[in-house]
């Protein structure tokens, strides 16, 4: 990490394929409290899940690599991945409806 990188980082993913029905907000939020990482997932009107997740980057990177395989019932097709500073506005990582 250099000097001018910020501490905590937010990404925020949206994942596409068959990933509703299939407990990937559950598995998404499992993945993220066992690394620390505070945000939520939604499901999204277009079939897909929207993951916003704050931590350190080398646990983000950890998760968006959980993200990408997935629950063994989902097929992740497509994960789209935005980097921002942390913005340190959740206490914890939930599921949103």
């Known amino acids: 990490m250099s000097a001018t990188?910020?501490?905590n980082m937010r990404v925020t993913a949206v994942v596409?394929?068959?990933v509703q029905g299939v407990g990937y907000r559950f598995f998404a939020r499992?993945?993220?409290s066992a690394l620390g990482l505070r945000g939520y997932a939604r499901n999204r009107a277009d079939g897909g899940v929207e993951v916003i997740a704050e931590g350190t980057r080398r646990n983000l990177e950890t998760f968006l690599e959980s993200l990408r395989r997935g629950p063994s019932a989902a097929?992740?097709?497509t994960l789209d991945v935005t980097w921002r500073?942390?913005?340190e506005t959740f206490a914890n990582f939930g599921i949103r409806h």
């Open 5 to 7: 990188e910020p501490r």
């Open 16 to 18: 596409r394929g068959r």
């Open 30 to 32: 499992r993945e993220a």
């Open 75 to 77: 097929e992740v097709e």
């Open 85 to 87: 500073v942390a913005s």
